[in-house]
């Protein structure tokens, strides 16, 4: 897996996605050989930063780097317009210039934050990308989506921003925590599911391995999304079309996290949830065949899916529907698989059928 280097090309940007075994211990040399400032502000939460913070510093002071370090708390309740104020302060008050890097070290939220911030500070300077959960290595790091939340729903404030460079290092991923590791594997899923047929097959042939972690399998999965990620970046950079098949699962999923305040389920748990019930939508619809709706539940069902809190309703998920950013008008939009590899993009209207399949999730535990 060492020295994998892919490179994300649009219209607009060229970036390197750099997968590289202990990658975070060289970071320094990877940035000097991108940027000319000497300043940078580092950006992780503060359980990452224990873990890695120290050899990502030290990497970055011995090739000559004036670090500003700043950490956040864990957690979806960071993604604020008010950290990102704190963010900017810091920034300032390190002196960064226009050719000054944000780095973001940590899962998706201290990546979304510190992209938000790197996307407005000085109307934009360098963002590089540091990904340590595997969500975040095969699926926000990689595509430029940067947001903070807002009271009434999730990612509502954002922009499209890509990367100067992403680098991934594998082995942070012993560190994870099993539901975290899970909750990844679900996005990983999603490219096979509606990207990449090839992917899909081999997650099927490999998906046990996959779960047990192993490196070779581990490092198929994350080659494998990073790929399938970049060629639908690069195909729709601003989500104007083809780029929403990405949001498979998360219509719901986005929705459930909301409805439980973002401090019940991870990010790919709630996913899963929305997967599965996208593919039973699609089956309902005619969209998709039993067939091939049985074989990716088949895959899907070798994550374990988290059971709801006590006391959720459909009523309330639905409540939160609403408020999608995706929804057009009064129309709710969906990401459904038609076969294996392929989504089709389409308003729902059927509020029964929505119903239906949120409390199909609810009453199952």
Known sequence: ???????????????????????????????????????????????????????VLQSLVEQGWQVEVLSIEPGEQSKTLDQAARLYDAAVEAGLDRNSP????????????????????????????????????????????VAVNHPRGKNLIGAIYPPGIVIIDPLVLKSLPGD???????????????????????????????????????????????????AVVEQDEYENNYRRVLNFGHTIGHALEAATNYNYYLHGEAVLIGMFAAVDMAETLAVLNDKQGGRIRNLLDQILLKKPPAGLTAEAVIDKLRQDKKRREDDLIFVLPKEIGEAAIMPVNDRVLIKEVIENYLNKH
């Open 180 to 230: 975290q590791f899970q909750a990844g594997l679900a996005e990983v899923l999603k490219y096979g599911i509606v990207v990449d047929s090839s992917f899909f097959y081999w997650l099927e042939k490999h998906i046990i391995e996959l779960l047990k972690a192993e490196p070779s399998a581990l490092a198929g999965a994350i080659s494998g999304s990073v790929k399938a990620k970049a």
């Open 1 to 55: 897996m060492s020295g994998y280097n892919l490179q994300v090309k649009t219209a607009g940007f060229n970036y390197r996605v750099l997968i590289e075994e202990n990658g975070l211990s060289r970071v320094g040399k990877s940035l000097r050989l991108l940027f000319p400032s000497t300043r940078t502000l580092l950006i992780s939460d503060r359980t990452v930063y224990k873990l890695y913070g120290e050899v």
């Open 102 to 145: 944000v780095i973001a070290l940590g899962g998706g939220v201290p990546g979304d934050l510190a992209g938000f911030v790197a996307a407005t500070y000085l109307r934009g300077v360098p963002l590089v990308m540091l990904p340590t959960s595997l969500l975040a290595q095969v699926d926000s790091s990689v595509g430029g989506k």
